[in-house]
């Protein structure tokens, strides 16, 4: 599709993109209730969670909390998790701490990587945080191992907190009897859904500034229309909205109506 739409309305860049700065982040209700157990998290050195439905703004939330951490207090690990084995996890945790090993042995991979958390908290005064993205596709496997990574001088210093974020199934996925010792130092969780319709025409409203108009250009139908079709998740809502102002202008209409909305519905999961 032609990018006709954006000199037709004026967007001084694309709209509703994935790549916005943390600068023009939303600053949601939701997202600030995850901020805050986030450093709450952090401060106690445990492990927090954060599920949602797909594309409601979990990782984006967490691109915000990890932006208000002083780059010189704070050494972040962020890992995307997968649905290898607990190896495989072991391998990306060993590459966000940029640790040069080749080894095979579980042994010596995980003293290594408690050596470099206990080296950075004790010799470079650095507070290490690990987030793991998409941790409901970890195996039943790593939660059961994962509390080991957080055990250092018998258990008695919390030196790495640890947030997972991803889908409900992870919640499913720490209620097994495996993943109890993992489960047992969550401290604090939530849960982000869909927004409500002011919710939605605010995130609407931020979107079309962000890309350099400030005025509205959907009609309160295309609003609903919008908000009924996402479910006011933010992902599926920057796909209808894009869709319909690409609608709206192959028409030359300089609004977007219900039924821009619905047929740009077509085009999308
Ligand atoms: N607070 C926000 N401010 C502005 N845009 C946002 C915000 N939250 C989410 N978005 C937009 O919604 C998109 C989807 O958000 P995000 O990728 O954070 O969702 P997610 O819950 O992590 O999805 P998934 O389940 O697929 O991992 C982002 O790329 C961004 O465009
Ligand atoms: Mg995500």
Redesign the pocket.
């Known amino acids: 599709m032609n990018d006709h739409y954006r000199t037709f309305f004026g967007f001084t860049k694309e709209p ?5 700065e943390c600068k ?5 209700p939701q ?1 600030i209730d995850v901020k805050i157990r986030f450093d709450y998290v952090t401060r106690l050195g445990a492990l927090g969670i954060v599920t ?10 967490i ?2 909390a990890l932006s208000t951490l002083h780059p010189s207090e704070y050494r972040p690990l962020y890992i995307t998790a997968s649905s290898g084995s607990i190896m495989e996890f072991y391998r990306q945790l060993k590459d966000a701490l940029d640790i040069y090993l080749k080894s095979n042995s579980k042994a010596v991979m995980t003293k290594t990587i408690k050596q470099e958390i206990a080296n950075l908290v004790l010799e470079k005064k650095q507070k290490v945080v690990l987030i793991v ?2 941790a409901s596709l970890m195996r039943l496997e790593v939660f059961a191992e994962l509390h080991t990574l957080c055990q250092f001088e018998k258990d008695r210093k919390p030196w790495l907190p640890i947030i997972l ?1 991803g ?1 409900t199934s992870l919640i499913d996925k720490l209620t097994f009897r495996s993943s109890l010792p993992l489960a047992s130092r969550v401290i604090a969780k939530c849960h ?1 859904e869909g927004v409500d319709l002011a919710g939605m025409e605010a ?1 609407l409203r ?2 079309l500034s962000i890309a350099g108009l400030d005025r509205s250009l959907f009609e309160p139908q295309a609003i609903i229309a919008i908000h009924q079709g996402s479910g006011g998740l ?2 599926k809502a ?1 796909h209808l909205a894009r869709g319909g102002l690409i609608a709206a202008a192959a028409q030359k209409l300089s609004v977007v109506s219900a039924d821009h909305i619905r047929l740009a519905a077509t085009e999308i999961f």
């Open positions: 509703f993109i994935t790549d916005i023009e982040i939303l600053k949601t997202l949602g439905e797909v594309g409601s703004g979990k990782s984006t939330a691109r915000y993205d998409e974020l889908q982000l995130y931020h979107h933010f992902r920057n």
